[in-house]
C-alpha cells in the first residue's frame, strides 16, 4: 500500500503544480482536493494481484505435521529444496511489486550515472556519456556511512516485527490448544457425572454436540463471513441428527456472538442434567476457562500491533532501500560500468522486505492456524470416540458388564438417532423401543 500511495502523490503533485501554473490566484482547492485524494487512496486501497494472492495462499499454510511431515522436515536436503523453490515462494510472490520499484530504481541510477558522466564499452574503453555536459556535481551516489550507522536501527525493528508476530502466532496456537483440551474435558466430564439414564444419555450428545458446535463457532468468528456457509451446514447436520433443536440453528447464526451463543447451550445443558452442587461446579468452571479462551482469542484478532510501529518501519526500510543504489554505486566501482548494483539491491530488497513480509503476515495468525483441523479432528473426531467409548461399556469387566441393570426408558418427543444402551435401543430426541436381551 505504502508503493501505491507514493505512485499517487507523484501523479498528484504534478497535477496540483499544472493546477498552480494555470491559476495564478492563491487558492487552497488544490491542495484540498490532493488531501482528499490521499486520505481516500489510504482508507480504501486498491486491491492488486498481489495482495489477492496472498490471502487466497494462507489457506495453504495451515499446516498440521504428523511424522512422515517431520522426517521431511529435518531431512538434509532443506537448504537445497529451499533454495530450488524460492520462486514459488509465498514471499516472492507477496513482493513482486517492491521486487520491481527497487530493481528499476537501481537500474535507473545506474543508467543515469553512464549517461551524466562516463560508461565502459564492451572492449573496455571509456567514454564520456551523452549528456555529461547537464550535470557537474559528480555520480549519483551516497557515502557508506549513513547506511552503517542506520543499518543497526533498521536491523532492530525488524527483529521486533517479525519476534511480535511469532509471539501473537505462538499465542493464538496455544489459546487454541487450550481450547481442544478443554473441549475435550467438557466431554469427559459429561460421560463421568451425567446420569446413567437414557435422559442422562441424551443430554450427553446433545452437550457433545453443543461443544462441537462453539469450538466451530469461534473458528466461523475468526475466519469471517466466507466461513458461513459452512458453520451453518454443520449445524444443519447437528439438527439433522437431533442432537440440537432446528430453531437453534436459526438463532445461532442470527446471533452476534456466535461462540458465546454456543457457550450458553452448553450451560443451559449442565442446568438440564441437574448435577450434585461439585460436579456442577467442575463442568461450569471447564465452561467458563472456554469464555477466557475466546476472549483472549477476540483480543489478538481485534488488535494489531500498534499501526504507528508498523507504519514506522514500512516507511524507513522503504526509504533505506531507495538509497541503497546511491550508496552501492561506489562499492562496486571494479564491476564493468558498475552493474553488480542491480542484482545486490534486487537482492537486499528481497531479504529485508521479506523479514517485514513474515513480520506481516503471522501478525494475524488465525487465518494461517489449521483451524478446521483442529475443529474436526482434535476435537469433534475425538469426542465422538471418547462419547463412543463410554456408550459402549468399553471400560467394564465381563463381570461387571453383565451386573449392569437395565437402565428404564424416559419419554421424549421428538425423533432422533439411534444408539444402543444395554439391552435397549434409544432413539436420542425420539421414542424408545425395548428389544429382547440376548
Avoid at 562516463?118 to 572492449?123: A, G, I, P, R, V
Wanted: proline share 6%; hydrophobic share 45%; net charge neutral.
Amino acid at each position: 500500500m505504502l508503493f501505491r500511495a507514493m505512485r499517487s502523490i507523484v501523479v498528484l503533485s504534478i497535477l496540483h503544480v499544472s493546477r498552480a501554473l494555470l491559476l495564478p490566484q492563491r487558492s487552497l482547492a488544490p491542495r484540498a482536493s490532493i488531501r482528499l485524494a490521499l486520505d481516500s487512496l489510504l482508507a480504501n486501497p486498491r486491491i492488486t494481484a498481489n495482495d489477492t494472492y496472498a490471502e487466497e495462499s494462507r489457506q495453504y499454510r495451515r499446516t498440521v505435521y504428523m511424522h512422515d511431515e517431520w522426517i521431511k522436515h529435518r531431512s538434509s536436503d532443506r537448504f537445497f529444496r529451499n533454495m530450488m523453490t524460492i520462486g514459488q515462494s509465498g514471499v516472492t510472490q507477496n513482493l513482486g511489486d517492491e521486487l520491481v520499484v527497487f530493481t528499476s530504481i537501481a537500474t535507473a541510477v545506474v543508467g543515469a550515472n553512464m549517461l551524466l558522466q562516463s560508461y565502459t564499452d564492451l572492449e573496455g574503453v571509456k567514454h564520456a556519456g551523452a549528456l555529461a555536459g547537464l550535470w557537474q556535481w559528480g555520480p549519483w551516489s551516497l557515502p557508506s556511512m549513513p547506511f552503517t550507522v542506520a543499518m543497526p536501527a533498521l536491523s532492530l525493528l525488524l527483529v521486533f516485527r517479525t519476534n511480535t508476530g511469532y509471539a501473537r502466532w505462538n499465542e493464538a496456537r496455544t489459546l487454541w490448544g487450550g481450547v481442544v483440551n478443554t473441549c475435550r474435558n467438557v466431554v469427559r466430564q459429561s460421560n463421568t457425572f451425567y446420569p446413567r439414564t437414557l435422559e442422562g444419555d441424551m443430554l450427553r450428545d446433545r452437550q457433545k454436540a453443543n461443544t462441537a458446535a462453539f469450538c466451530k463457532g469461534l473458528r466461523n468468528f475468526l475466519r469471517g463471513p466466507t466461513d458461513d456457509a459452512v458453520y451453518r451446514s454443520e449445524l444443519l447436520e447437528m439438527a439433522e441428527a437431533g442432537l440440537i433443536p432446528r430453531r437453534q440453528v436459526d438463532a445461532c447464526m442470527a446471533a452476534k456472538n456466535r461462540p458465546m451463543f454456543c457457550l450458553s447451550a452448553m450451560s443451559h445443558n449442565i442446568r438440564q442434567a441437574e448435577l450434585d452442587p461439585m460436579s456442577r461446579a467442575r463442568m461450569d468452571q471447564s465452561v467458563a476457562m472456554l469464555v477466557d479462551l475466546t476472549g483472549a482469542c477476540e483480543r489478538i484478532f481485534k488488535s494489531p500491533v500498534p499501526l504507528v510501529y508498523t507504519r514506522h518501519t514500512a516507511r524507513f526500510l522503504t526509504s533505506f532501500m531507495i538509497c541503497v543504489p546511491f550508496g552501492l554505486w561506489e562499492a562496486t566501482g571494479n564491476y564493468w560500468n558498475h552493474w553488480l548494483t542491480i542484482p545486490a539491491t534486487a537482492f537486499l530488497a528481497f531479504f529485508l522486505f521479506g523479514i517485514e513480509e513474515i513480520g506481516i503476515q503471522i501478525e494475524e495468525p488465525f487465518s494461517i492456524l489449521p483451524l478446521e483441523a483442529l475443529c474436526s479432528g482434535a476435537i469433534s473426531a475425538t469426542m465422538d470416540e471418547m462419547v463412543e467409548a463410554n456408550e459402549a461399556e468399553s471400560f467394564l469387566f465381563d463381570d461387571e458388564l453383565a451386573a449392569l441393570p437395565t437402565p428404564s426408558p424416559s419419554p421424549v418427543s421428538k425423533p432422533g438417532r439411534v444408539i444402543k444402551v444395554g439391552s435397549v435401543e434409544v432413539i436420542v430426541g425420539g421414542s424408545v423401543v425395548p428389544t429382547s436381551p440376548k
